[in-house]
């Protein structure tokens, strides 16, 4: 298998009147060809900034302040404006998470499906709209022919996020980046969706990275996974493993806290405390205040991401 | 779309009725007519004899049910000082008006978009900010001392303009003269369009500045640069499009004041419009024509303000899909 994404030491900062705050914090993994990788976390534990990152999508005040990300070779933080518009929407598409905010209101689903195409490829208006259809009838959308013509408004929820997945898999992409992409969803629909980007990114053998806090989602479809804290990999390792044994106290208290490995009438278990805010990451580790397991070296020394026993990495001083 | 648009016009009736009351309310209050009318000479009871010919010595709600009859049909009054009906006067002055407020609403539109996109966009250069306060003095400056500035620099200094008048017109179509058709009377026309559009300019700029500025901040505008979407495209077709929806609304009230500021503009450059000849019916206490033409400019306002809400409704596919079902 040939790598398709590697990401090394990624940092983004944001520069913000109350100061400095660094919203990723040297992330690093890797993607091969067609596999499916989870960034999982709370909210504000920096996935979404990742996810952007990695096609250089960062706005005013947020920089990336280093690090490289190298996409089939090339690296993507040194390309120029036009040289990573022509990455973005054609080699790596993303998804957004509330489909009623990402479709512009006043453009119909048919201008917004031929205008991508057009902006990767030279082909005519004609031929794009037979793209489009084609396309819509993958993500099995009826009547294809009458949705060019809609509204974003005419359309449901559901829908409207199909043509989302289907303006992503226009240019047949080799990654797509889904940033919580079943959250705005009814639940009903949200199964539907997920199993839809799941069965076309197998089909097509496109990379996935799915940005979620909803661990279920994450160990159905993907492979490998990666746990985010404050804007840091907290562990790292194949979604299976992880899922079952947790090595890093913040993914052991995630996973305790899921109503399903509770028996039935016991009180769920909880992280004590809050994620701190980027502004006042504590020295050391920056689970460390919220950790049962910490000691002095916690508050000290910062844990780096390191291969351990198990085969995955974790970014704990207590796991051999 | 039929329910909306009976209540449209049973809207702009009942409206159109409250103008003419408070044109007839005030009408007293300018002057009376037959001291203009009659010479010095004229005896009191002379004077009465006209009164009474004319109908002034009626109730007030009497001559206001009079006047509101004849307007069915079309007729609102004879002018006292021309001795001709008061539509024939204001309807030969109007491509006049019409004309300079055309030519500044393009004046307007030409140079607040792309004013106003550039300071949403690079809402830190110093171009912006200069733009942005110049804005606010611009808006408050009144119109006659813009227009007398105007003058004072480009016809009496520079005698690049001409200063005053319409110039040179046309007779178009036999119905419409035009200052549009010869070069010396779109000389006549840049000052006092450039003038009028000095209240409007500095709003539009904002206004488009800070839609453009909310719109920016969306995630489609977002979506659209994930998707690899050419940056000027994104910033015309994604965002402009949908700043357009309250730029629509607010520009449709501002056209009738647009008209209503006239008066103020026509005065200072002599430009024999509906607005120069409202003025001279005031001083002339020519109220039958002045009643006309609040109940014409009301009219115009109404006019617009329906067109407005048309093409509001095929930029806005949401309002259209309402007006449908």
New interface residues.
């Given amino acids: 298998m040939k790598t398709l994404l590697e990401v090394d030491n990624l940092t983004v900062r944001f520069s913000l009147r109350a100061g400095e705050i660094t919203a990723v914090d040297q992330v690093d993994f890797k993607l091969q060809e067609g596999e499916r990788f989870g960034l999982v976390g709370e909210s504000g534990a920096g996935k979404s900034v990742t996810g952007?990152a990695l096609?250089n999508?960062i706005?005013k005040p947020g920089y990336i302040a280093g690090g490289s990300v190298r996409f089939q070779g090339n690296e993507l933080t040194a390309l120029t404006?036009e040289q990573i518009?022509?990455?973005?929407?054609?080699d790596i598409?993303?998804i957004?998470q509330?489909p009623m905010?990402?479709?512009?209101?006043?453009?119909t689903i048919g201008t917004q499906m031929v205008?991508?195409l057009q902006?990767?490829r030279s082909i005519s208006t004609k031929e794009a709209k037979r793209a489009a259809v084609e396309t819509l009838r993958k993500v099995q959308i009826p009547s294809p022919e009458r949705r060019l013509r809609q509204?974003p408004?005419?359309l449901s929820g559901g829908m409207r996020q199909r043509v989302v997945i289907a303006?992503a898999l226009i240019t047949s992409p080799s990654l797509i980046i889904a940033d919580e992409p079943t959250t705005a969803l009814d639940v009903t629909i949200q199964a539907e969706i997920m199993a839809l980007l799941l069965s076309l990114c197998k089909d097509e053998n496109m990379g996935l990275i799915l940005i979620t806090h909803d661990l279920a989602v994450v160990s159905q479809v993907t492979q490998r996974i990666a746990v985010m804290y404050a804007g840091r990999i907290v562990e790292v390792g194949a979604t299976d493993d992880i899922v079952k044994h947790p090595r890093h106290p913040y993914t052991i208290g995630l996973l305790s806290a899921l109503p399903q490995n509770k028996p039935r009438g016991q009180r769920l278990d909880q992280i004590r405390g809050v994620m701190p805010t980027l502004l006042d990451i504590p020295p050391g580790c920056p689970f460390n205040e919220r950790c049962d397991r910490a000691q002095e070296i916690c508050r000290r020394q910062r844990p780096g991401l390191e291969w351990k026993q198990h085969g995955g990495r974790v970014a704990c001083h207590f796991v051999e | 779309m039929f329910a909306f648009s009976v209540r449209r016009v049973a809207q702009a009736v009942l409206v159109m009725f409250v103008i003419s009351f408070i044109g007839f309310a005030i009408k007293y209050a300018v002057g009376d007519p037959v001291r203009d009318l009659v010479g010095i000479s004229v005896s009191v009871e002379e004077r009465e004899k006209v009164r009474e010919q004319l109908g002034l010595n009626d109730p007030f709600v009497v001559q206001w049910a009079r006047f509101l009859q004849k307007a069915m049909q079309g007729d609102l009054g004879m002018s006292y000082f021309f001795k001709r009906p008061a539509t024939d006067v204001i309807l030969k002055k109007a491509p006049a008006t019409l004309e300079l407020v055309i030519c500044s609403s393009f004046i307007v539109i030409l140079v607040s978009i792309p004013v106003g996109i550039f300071a949403a966009v690079r809402p830190n250069s110093w171009l912006s900010r200069f733009l942005m306060g110049a804005s606010i003095v611009g808006v408050s400056i009144p119109v006659f001392l813009t227009a007398i500035v105007l003058i004072y620099i480009f016809a009496v200094e520079l005698h690049w303009l001409p200063s005053y008048g319409r110039g040179e017109t046309q007779m178009l179509w036999g119905v419409w003269d035009s200052g549009l058709a010869t070069a010396d009377g779109l000389q006549h026309l840049i000052l006092p369009s450039i003038a009028l559009s000095s209240i409007m300019l500095p709003l539009f700029i904002r206004l488009i500045r800070a839609e453009m500025k909310e719109v920016l901040e969306?995630?489609?505008i977002?979506?659209?640069?994930?998707?690899?979407?050419?940056?000027w495209?994104v910033l015309i077709?994604?965002a402009f499009?949908?700043t357009l929806l309250p730029v629509i609304t607010v520009g449709g009230v501002q056209l009738g004041t647009m008209i209503a500021f006239t008066v103020l503009t026509e005065t200072v450059f002599q430009w024999q419009g509906m607005g120069f000849v409202f003025l001279e019916a005031v001083e002339r206490g020519d109220t039958s024509l002045l009643v006309a033409y609040l109940v014409f400019v009301g009219a115009v306002f109404v006019v617009v303000n329906t067109v407005v809400d048309i093409v509001y409704g095929l930029?806005?596919?949401?309002v259209r899909?309402a007006s449908r079902s």
């Fill in positions: 952007f096609i999508l706005s404006d518009r022509r990455v973005r929407g054609n598409c993303m957004f509330d905010m990402t479709l512009n209101p006043v453009l205008e991508t902006a990767h509204y408004h005419e303006v | 969306t995630e489609y977002k979506y659209a640069r994930a998707k690899g979407i050419a940056p495209r077709v994604h499009k949908n930029v806005n596919p949401m899909i």
